[in-house]
């Protein structure tokens, strides 16, 4: 049984910062890319920062949040984080981690993150 689990999300003011966990349970973590994806009210869902599986990770960012944010995995501890600094209203949204393209079935609860103006 594959579980995702996203925490550290909140309300923070404009220019503040935020760091998201999610913890992976099951057989979903080894050798598989990771992403985090946010979907705003009245949106889609959509790609904000993903990693790939192999030392050496690469990582990729939608335009959006280049120079922001920042993903990174510790896979002894089975969990991917991100790192999101200068935080805008616009990042305003829940935010979901899955793998990299994303399996349906493995989408979570979220956290949402409150950026006020």
């Known amino acids: 049984q594959v579980q995702l689990v996203e925490s550290g999300g909140g309300l923070v003011q404009a220019g503040g910062s935020l760091r998201l966990s999610c913890a992976a349970s099951g057989s979903i973590f080894s050798g598989v890319a990771m992403g985090w994806y946010r979907q705003a009210p009245g949106k889609q869902r959509e790609l904000v920062a993903a990693?790939?599986?192999?030392?050496?990770?690469?990582?990729t960012y939608a335009d959006s949040v280049k120079g922001r944010f920042t993903i990174s995995r510790d896979n002894a501890k089975n969990t991917v984080y991100l790192q999101m600094n200068s935080l805008k209203p616009e990042d305003t949204a829940v935010y979901y981690c899955n793998s990299h393209p994303p399996f349906a079935r493995y989408w979570g609860q979220g956290t949402q993150v409150t950026v006020s103006s």
């Open positions: 990693i790939t599986s192999t030392s050496g990770d690469s990582t």
